[in-house]
């Protein structure tokens, strides 16, 4: 199993990113897959999960309405788009496959003016 991040980076607050996580080494289209993130000093926490088949999705409270998880299954790719971004989402962001217990390498998300 294989997940690779890409699309972090540097951001003023209210701004835009969208975060990818390209998977391999299983089949994507059969898993659910999720975001978490760990901010400096802090404990890594869940933030997305989108199920599979179906697409179902799940956020934590403080991200609802600002951030949409989605995925492309012909791609094996899952997706982040976090909009009205705020100071507290700076983080290292890590995709998930929770059915096989594997990270990626995280990318990091900086919010800052």
């Known amino acids: 199993v294989q997940l690779v991040e890409s699309g972090g980076g540097l951001v003023q607050p209210g701004g835009s990113l969208r975060l990818s996580c390209a998977a391999s080494?299983?089949?994507?289209?059969?898993?659910?897959m999720s975001w978490y993130r760990q901010a400096p000093g802090k404990e890594r926490e869940w933030v997305a999960t989108?199920?599979?088949?179906?697409?179902?999705?799940n956020y934590r409270d403080s991200v609802k309405g600002r951030f949409t998880i989605s995925r492309d299954n012909a791609k094996n790719t899952v997706y982040l788009q976090m909009n009205s971004l705020e100071p507290e989402d700076t983080a290292v962001y890590y995709c998930?496959?929770?059915?096989?217990?594997?990270w990626g390498q995280g990318t990091q998300v900086t919010v800052s003016s």
């Open positions: 989108i199920s599979s088949p179906g697409g179902t999705t």
């Open positions: 080494g299983f089949t994507f289209s059969n898993s659910g």
């Open positions: 998930v496959a929770p059915r096989f217990n594997s």
